[in-house]
């Protein structure tokens, strides 16, 4: 696994507020559904996008088709898909957000020429990593097991 410090994690995750989730389930089971359903909750305002599922509201946005069709700014990708999907994804970003701080490939996600041409204009890159399991991790929401269970309880 890629080593990030948690400082840097930690500046990337307070400092974005929009974040377009690019391949979002909209299977309540699966890990991109529930990654953006709470990164939504946390405040951050989640686009998602998924050309399966163009037009249809998720977490009370419209899912849109591509990264193409979101007229405003996005400070983060965060990547739902393949490693080998990430090039052209990595391209549509960079050329279509002007304020694009950070692409995020989730776990099991990396390629390293896509990284290497985000860094080159200055975005962070964080690959085989998870924002909520970071945004857990760092701001003291995972319990001795790793699971954030919700349930406030005495017992361990």
């Known amino acids: 696994m890629t080593s990030y410090s948690d400082d840097l994690l930690r500046k990337i995750l307070k400092r974005t507020r929009t974040i377009a989730v690019v391949g979002v389930s909209m299977n309540s089971v699966r890990p991109s559904y529930y990654v953006a359903r709470y990164l939504g909750l946390k405040g951050y305002r989640v686009i998602p996008v998924n ?3 163009a037009g249809k509201r998720l977490f009370g946005a419209t899912v849109r088709a591509s ?3 979101i007229d405003e700014p996005v400070h983060m990708v965060d990547i739902f898909r393949r490693s080998e999907a990430v090039p052209p994804i990595v391209d549509e970003a960079l050329e279509l957000f002007p304020d694009l701080q ?3 490939m989730q776990i099991g996600v990396e390629h390293a020429e896509a990284a290497a041409k985000a860094e080159a204009r200055g975005v962070d890159v964080i690959q085989n990593r998870c924002p ?3 945004y857990q991790r760092l701001f003291g929401e995972l319990r001795m097991g790793g699971f954030a269970t919700g349930i406030i309880s005495s017992k361990l």
Do not use: N, R
Request: hydrophobic share 35%; net charge negative.
């Open 102 to 104: 950070t692409i995020w």
């Open 51 to 53: 050309p399966g599922h």
């Open 132 to 134: 909520k399991i970071e």
């Open 67 to 69: 990264l193409s069709e």
